[in-house]
């Protein structure tokens, strides 16, 4: 079971729909959760990060945290062109010192 | 506020040789790490520098890379000798760290090609 795992891409979703992004660990102890987006050839860019149960919302994105299922999501509304990239989700486990453990990535298409 | 600095850009090299990565992480930062990400993969961590002592190096292949934080600012990564399969973007990235704030900032990264 890999630590981090996101759901298999790639997301096709329309201009102005919702895009719902999945990412799953295996270390309970995890405590702190992250989004980052990366465009092609550029490097991760942060998005949202969590660290407690339940939602968090920053403008068109919303971060959901459920520690008992071991989930975390992104959704972004209003998805737009400019959304298409490779959302990569990251987890620091308990004990690592603000080590991050990324998942493989998903590409999100977001068309006219 | 200036962002992580890295250089160079882009590197070709042939297998067997050297190679060395500078990076500058942003200013107050004590928390510097080291990724490489080969492509279609997220990135994964090499090497983590609090100030300028290590705190995580357990996936760094210490046999053909190297990497120093000289008085805990700027660092470097190195290869001797270049494989193929280390043809990747080498990314540094940098945080406040501690119990401050876990949350890291990335560099335009270094794409390595081994010829």
């Known amino acids: 079971q890999k630590e981090v795992e996101q759901n298999s891409g790639p997301l096709s979703v329309p201009e102005g729909a919702i895009a719902s992004l999945n990412c799953t660990y295996s270390?309970?102890?995890?405590?702190?959760f992250f989004w980052y987006r990366q465009y092609s050839g550029k490097s991760p860019e942060l998005i949202m990060f969590?660290?407690?149960?339940g939602d968090k919302e920053d403008g068109r994105f919303t971060a959901q945290l459920n520690k008992a299922s071991q989930y975390v999501s992104l959704l972004i509304r209003d998805s737009q062109p400019s959304d298409s990239a490779t959302y990569l989700c990251?987890?620091?486990?308990?004990?690592?010192?603000?080590?991050?453990?990324f998942g493989q990535g998903t590409i999100l298409t977001v068309h006219p | 506020e200036a962002g992580v600095a890295q250089s160079p850009r882009y590197k070709i090299i042939e297998k067997r040789q050297s190679v060395a990565f500078w990076c500058n992480p942003i200013?107050?930062?004590?928390?510097l790490y080291w990724y490489q990400q080969i492509l279609g993969q997220g990135p994964k961590l090499l090497i983590q520098f609090q100030n300028n002592g290590v705190v995580d190096d357990s996936q760094l292949p210490k046999d053909r890379f190297s990497a120093e934080r000289l008085k805990g600012v700027d660092s470097t990564l190195k290869i001797q000798p270049a494989k193929l399969e280390d043809s990747a973007v080498y990314l540094c990235a940098s945080s406040l760290g501690g119990q401050v704030s876990y949350e890291q900032y990335f560099g335009p990264g270094t794409r390595l090609t081994v010829t």
């Open positions: 200013s107050g930062h004590a928390t």
């Open positions: 969590i660290y407690s149960n």
């Open positions: 990251a987890v620091i486990k308990g004990t690592s010192y603000g080590k991050l453990t």
């Open positions: 270390d309970r102890g995890s405590q702190s």
